[in-house]
């Protein structure tokens, strides 16, 4: 079954300190995956797509990698803002044609003045 | 944000009401989504339109009824919801194209959605 999963489901970190978000998945075929950021009460937007053959990007202060033996995906955050509180979605496309995505349940960061 | 746009961003109804949910996107894409978004759980993936074919029908109830008159405009009615459909319903676009998987789904802010 194509699954991914997301840890820790909620996390609480103080301003200026850095974070690491893990998400598992087990969708076959394998092609891409992406880590989306939704802020309350928005849609979620997308940080960064990791495709089969990359290992580690970086956007900004979002650094994603990818294991693909392991099917691991990690997104760290360096120096964290305030505003860097939302929820981080990991998606894999899973289906023909790309239509159907699978969905994290996503985690939930808060940042501390 | 501006790209996809949802109205309202707030609805609140009875179950005995009828609805209806807009999404209209500017960004020249050919497919478009609907999904619902409940608390702590993934977003659940409601209906694909693809070049206004709907390609993706996910188990969804009768009560939600989905159109798509133009590749811009996406609709969701909905009638004699239930308390437990009360979610976040966002749309998405993406400049679909068959056989590629890396197209990125661009949101809209999505409708709160409450059934009393």
């Known amino acids: 079954k194509n699954q991914v999963e997301q840890s820790p489901q909620s996390l609480i970190i103080l301003e200026g300190k850095n974070c690491t978000l893990q998400c598992n998945y087990t969708v076959s075929p394998f092609s891409n995956l992406r880590w989306y950021k939704q802020d309350t009460g928005r849609g979620p937007v997308s940080l960064t797509i990791?495709?089969?053959?990359?290992n580690t990007k970086s956007n900004g202060r979002y650094t994603a990698t990818l294991d693909a033996d392991t099917k691991q995906s990690s997104l760290h955050i360096t120096a964290s803002q305030l505003s860097d509180s939302a929820s981080y979605i990991c998606?894999?496309?899973?289906?023909?044609?790309?239509?159907?995505?699978?969905f994290g349940a996503g985690t939930r960061l808060f940042v501390k003045a | 944000e501006t790209g996809v746009t949802q109205t309202p961003r707030h609805l609140v109804m009875g179950m005995t009401n009828k609805k209806s949910l807009k999404c209209e996107q500017h960004?020249?894409?050919?497919?478009m989504y609907w999904y619902k978004q409940s608390a702590k759980k993934p977003l659940e993936l409601m209906f694909v339109?693809?070049?206004?074919?709907?390609?993706e029908n996910n188990s969804v109830p009768s009560r939600f009824s989905p159109e798509c008159p133009n590749s811009s405009h996406l609709f969701l009615h909905l009638h004699t919801l239930q308390p437990e459909d009360s979610a976040l319903y966002l749309c998405a676009s993406s400049p679909q194209r068959i056989g590629t998987g890396a197209n990125e789904q661009f949101f809209g802010p999505g409708t709160r959605l409450t059934v009393l």
């Open positions: 990791m495709t089969f053959s990359e």
């Open positions: 998606v894999v496309p899973g289906g023909r044609g790309g239509f159907k995505t699978i």
């Open positions: 960004l020249g894409h050919n497919a």
């Open positions: 339109y693809s070049l206004e074919e709907r390609v």
